[in-house]
């Protein structure tokens, strides 16, 4: 069966160019133009992916979000002219899994859905104990992290912190989601912090902790870990 | 209190002075009494006459004429010691005497009115020109308010003056000034003059003097003082109305060339993109793949060029309407240099960059994005004034122990020394470099947010290149630098 994307947004021209996208890259594509009819349409042929514009006739799209996440997992992704940070981090908060920019290049749009995918069957299934990314292998179950077979010493916070990221591979975590998850902190005041540990994290498992490769940086949002074949 | 007393004073004695006077002259004339006749001591009883009158104005005068006369029959006239007349020439030299005396009192009088006219014309005068002096040159009503309040409390000898007066033409902010504190808040002023400007509005003098009521002189000049505050009022308006309409033809010009730049820098890839994907759908011209290919990056890139100009824009608009706020927190300069350098993949294949950065360089609290954009505006000028192949070199360092330096240099010519402040200036293009796109958009923002950031920007030619140097201070008010921990 073909996997189902409910892309919403207002500018046809959009949901033009991406309905024949997708349905060229084996999605099974429906569109909706207004936030209630995205509600009606997820109840009523539940997507296994929702592409969400925040700027919607009837209905702030974070408002979409927030309703979706009341009853369903879905994976969300937000697809905005709107790049700020703060906008991003409040849509990541409201429970969005991934946040892309217009103009976005297709192929990463792409990358983006199959992250997603991922992810959602992991959250239905069994979780992964063991993530390998390129060089780097991080053993949740034996907390255990070797890059290039030879074994990392990282403190019990470090760990914490890069099996965090690393069980989220590909998708966006904001500062909050993090320091909540690592810390217990649940005001985002500690970012400093975070900073710090990140820095330490990548002095360890980074070849070039300046230009990192597993950790990366998303100004302003939080943290993404890569996976590499 | 103080010019109650004075008055009281002066009125009893301009009352006392002719007494002593009268008894002063009769006590000497009545020394010498043998030595003179009856016609000379007359005439020497006029003398008091015509002091006291200069001085003291008319009553005491006539007082002097009326108390010598009596003096003069009295003491010198036979038989003396009464107030009797004998003889017919006596009676007829005092009544001349008491005539003469009064006409002097009367003639010196008037002239000393005239005179204390003219002194208090000259005094008006000089008041005026001084206030008119103080007055030129001011700009807002805050500073006209503030002289003409000053030179009132001054000149007036008033307990307390408060003006109260608009700040600009708008009349949105009232501006009120008070001299002195003789008098508690609260009490009502003793005379109000209003200040009629043509604009109308409730712009008023108010005045407290307890004591002496203002007199009519004085309320004249009150007014002549307030007319002139509203001259000046009206000459700040018109100045502030004239710089008002500078700065919107300013920005009409600054909005032209903001048109101009920005349609021809829209148009030029859109024109690519059009012509691109034109000939990709066409049917009438074949393209091999690698003609398509070739094409299809030139849409890429020319999108990526538009949404860059977009960016800018709105950026500069974030600056020129002053909410570019700077999102501050601990950032690592190096990992926001290798960031911007890792997406800009063109800057990597044509040229030689270099990063010098200490391995251990400390936080430093920046905006991260918005440095991303400064790095990324810097470096996208290298691309398009630096020769291909040619070095590209980044150094950070810590410069005193407030701020940081940091300097991106490249190999691209020299600037005229005229230019090098110039070139951050919005829209501003260096001559003979037309052939170069751009908007003259992005060195401006880079000064937008980096002055944003308590810090400078500038440029200075070098011997093999050019560089671009700016500052960010390494503390912010909110915390401490943080160092590296552990555990928490």
Redesign the interface.
């Known amino acids: 069966m073909l996997t189902q994307i409910l892309v919403v947004d207002d500018e046809p021209q959009i949901l033009r160019a991406l309905k024949t996208i997708l349905t060229a890259n084996q999605f099974k594509v429906t569109t909706a133009s207004t936030g209630t009819e995205a509600l009606t349409l997820a109840a009523a042929q539940p997507p296994d992916v929702i592409i969400l514009d925040l700027s919607l006739p009837d209905m702030d799209g974070l408002m979409v979000c927030e309703e979706l996440r009341a009853w369903t997992q879905v994976p969300i992704i937000i697809l905005s002219v709107r790049?700020s940070?703060k906008e991003k981090v409040k849509a990541l908060d409201k429970g969005a899994d991934d946040y892309l920019t217009k103009?976005f290049?297709i192929e990463e749009l792409l990358a983006r859905i199959r992250v997603a995918l991922k992810h959602a069957s992991q959250v239905k299934g069994i979780q992964q104990t063991i993530i390998t990314s390129g060089a780097l292998v991080i053993d949740l179950s034996r907390h255990l992290v070797t890059l290039s077979g030879k074994e990392i010493k990282l403190?019990?916070?470090e760990f914490r912190l890069a099996a965090y990221l690393a069980s989220n591979a590909d998708r966006v975590l904001t500062h909050q989601a993090i320091l909540s998850y690592v810390?217990g902190f649940e005001d985002s005041d500690h970012?400093?912090?975070l900073?710090?540990f990140i820095?330490?994290l990548r002095k360890k498992i980074e070849n070039?902790p300046?230009?990192?490769k597993y950790i990366v940086?998303e100004?302003?949002v939080g943290y993404r870990f890569i996976t590499y074949e | 209190m103080r010019n109650w007393d004075h008055s009281l004073y002066k009125k009893i004695f301009s009352f006392l002075y002719p007494i002593l006077a009268v008894t002063a002259v009769t006590g000497i004339l009545w020394y010498v009494r043998d030595e003179l006749n009856i016609q000379v001591i007359s005439l020497l009883y006029l003398l008091p006459v015509v002091f006291i009158s200069r001085i003291f104005g008319l009553f005491p005068a006539v007082l002097t004429a009326v108390l010598s006369f009596f003096c003069y029959n009295y003491f010198f006239i036979s038989p003396r010691f009464t107030l009797a007349i004998r003889q017919t020439q006596d009676l007829i030299s005092l009544i001349v005497f008491l005539i003469i005396a009064i006409v002097i009192s009367q003639l010196l009088n008037q002239d000393r009115q005239n005179l204390m006219a003219v002194i208090e014309r000259e005094r008006e005068v000089t008041y005026l020109y001084e206030l008119n002096i103080a007055l030129t040159g001011l700009k807002d009503g805050k500073e006209i308010s503030q002289i003409l309040a000053e030179k009132i409390f001054a000149t007036f000898n008033t307990d307390r003056v408060e003006v109260v007066v608009y700040q600009s033409p708008d009349k949105k902010k009232k501006i009120s000034t008070v001299v002195g504190d003789g008098t508690p808040e609260g009490t009502d002023p003793d005379l109000i003059i209003p200040i009629s400007t043509t604009r109308g509005g409730e712009e008023i003098v108010r005045l407290w003097r307890s004591g002496l009521p203002f007199s009519t002189v004085e309320q004249q000049m009150l007014n002549t003082f307030a007319r002139q505050g509203t001259l000046a009022i009206e000459r700040a308006y018109l100045i502030e109305i004239d710089n008002h309409a500078k700065i919107l033809e300013e920005s009409d010009k600054l909005k032209t060339s903001l048109l101009s730049s920005v349609s021809h820098e829209l148009r030029t890839p859109l024109a690519t993109i059009k012509a691109a994907v034109s000939s990709l759908r066409s049917k009438t011209v074949s393209l091999d793949d690698a003609s398509r290919y070739e094409l299809l990056t030139a849409i890429?890139e020319e999108?990526?060029r538009l949404?860059h100009l977009v960016?800018n824009l709105l950026e500069m608009s974030r600056i020129e309407s002053g909410v570019l706020n700077p999102?501050r927190?601990?950032?690592?300069m190096?990992?926001i240099?290798?960031?911007v350098?890792?997406r800009m993949i063109q800057i990597r294949q044509d040229y030689v960059v270099d990063?010098e950065?200490p391995d251990d360089f400390p936080?430093v609290p920046v905006?991260?994005?918005q440095m991303?954009q400064v790095f990324t505006n810097l470096f996208s000028n290298c691309s398009k004034y630096a020769p291909k192949g040619s070095k590209i070199t980044v150094r950070i360092r810590v410069w005193d122990e407030k701020q940081l330096l940091i300097q991106v240099k490249n190999q691209s010519p020299h600037i005229a020394e005229d230019q090098l402040e110039r070139i951050f200036d919005k829209f501003y293009r260096m001559n003979g470099f037309e052939n170069v796109t751009g908007t003259g958009l992005g060195l401006s923002i880079c000064k937008g947010i980096i002055e944003a950031h308590g810090g400078k920007i500038w440029a200075q030619n070098e011997p093999d290149g050019l560089s671009f140097y700016f500052t960010v201070p390494r503390f912010w008010e909110r915390?401490e630098a943080?160092t590296?921990?552990?555990?928490?």
């Open positions: 790049d940070e103009p290049g403190t019990a916070t810390w970012t400093e912090y900073r710090v820095g330490q070039n300046n230009s990192p940086t100004p302003g | 890429e999108t990526d949404n960016g999102q927190s601990w950032n690592s190096a990992e240099v290798y960031g350098l890792k990063v950065i936080y905006d991260y994005i991303d915390s943080i590296e921990k552990e555990e928490i």
